[in-house]
């Protein structure tokens, strides 16, 4: 389990999320920080703006701001129905947490 959760409250439109259309452009953004690190360029800009999205990965039992459940473990889509409303929030929730263990290994989010 991760030292940390994201938020899987979407009846409130919480701004934390892991729904948040906002959080489409960190695959991108960590893909170009982990490109100029591989090349050697500093990438210090990069992964600045990667500090950005840190408010999504949260530690504690509740969301910060909606008070709703955290999500800390990656759970299985399998046997779930391609469009249904479940099998997508866990995608979401998936990408998020599997995107938050890849900026702890970047030195983003502390490993406490």
Do not use: W
């Amino acid at each position: 389990m991760a030292n940390f959760g994201v938020c899987i409250n979407q009846r409130d439109n919480c701004e934390l999320s892991c729904e948040r259309p906002s959080l489409n452009v960190l695959p991108r953004r960590m893909a170009v920080a982990e490109a100029e690190e591989i090349r050697g360029i500093d990438s210090q800009l990069a992964r600045s703006s990667l500090k950005h999205f840190l408010p999504f990965f949260q530690t504690g039992p509740r969301c910060s701001k909606c008070y709703g459940r955290l999500g800390f473990v990656t759970q299985p889509t399998a046997g779930l129905p391609a469009a249904s409303d479940k099998r997508r929030r866990l995608e979401s929730m998936n990408r998020l947490l599997e995107a938050g263990y890849k900026l702890q290994a970047m030195g983003i989010i502390p490993l406490e």
